[in-house]
């Protein structure tokens, strides 16, 4: 018999440990390496975003490296869809997008293969945490300016007392898990 959603759930939460003051003092930093290494609570993860997003119409999935990654592609997989890597500056071989945005110093860039999505392709978007939501807004202006149509921001979990959500407009958003503070 299939567990029910809550205790699925509550399999995830279990499996996402806090960890204080990393990698700067002040930050409560959400590891999900117990996660991926449950061979149960892994496939659950990428089975709940599954039944979250599957009647969005999802064409691609998207996702920042490298936390992005671990849940993009699975995810892909499952769907039957294809995926694209969105990176840091100067990983990826051709001509690129890119998008730069403001961190609480200074600011850093994310860069995408300029022809990987087309115009009104169906595109969501996937990472592991939405803390202060600047990663996640680049990514679509990313996919936007490819003439793409981000259908949904999919997390594992958000964070919701950093107002992430805030810079990624049209109710987007989509979690498994929320911390509220
Ligand atoms: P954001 O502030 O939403 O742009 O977050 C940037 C990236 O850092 C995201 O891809 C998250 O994976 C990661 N991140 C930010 N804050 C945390 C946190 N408290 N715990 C774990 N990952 C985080």
Do not use: W
Not at 34 to 58: H, M, N, Q, T, Y
Not at 103 to 111: H, I, M, N, P, Q
Not at 146 to 161: D, K, N, R, Y
């Amino acid at each position: 018999m299939n567990d029910s959603t809550d205790d699925r759930i509550e399999l995830l939460r279990s499996r996402i440990t806090t960890v204080a003051d990393f990698p700067e003092p002040g930050i409560q930093f959400k590891d999900i390496t117990p996660l991926l290494e449950c061979p149960k609570a892994f496939p659950i993860s990428i089975e709940l975003l599954e039944e979250k997003v599957k009647d969005l119409g999802v064409e691609i999935i998207a996702a920042p490296e490298s936390r992005g990654f671990l849940f993009g592609v699975p995810l892909a997989l499952r769907m039957n869809v294809g995926f694209l890597p969105i990176r840091k500056p100067g990983k990826l071989p051709r001509k690129v997008h890119k998008v730069e945005y403001a961190l609480e110093y200074g600011t850093d860039s994310v860069e995408i293969h300029a022809d990987a999505v087309q115009p009104g392709q169906k595109v969501l978007l996937v990472d592991d945490v939405l803390a202060t939501g600047g990663t996640m807004a680049a990514c679509c202006q990313l996919v936007e300016k490819m003439g793409g149509v981000v259908i949904g921001c999919a997390f594992l979990m958000e964070l919701t007392f950093l107002g992430g959500r805030e810079k990624i407009p049209d109710s987007r958003v989509i979690h498994l898990l929320e911390e509220t503070d």
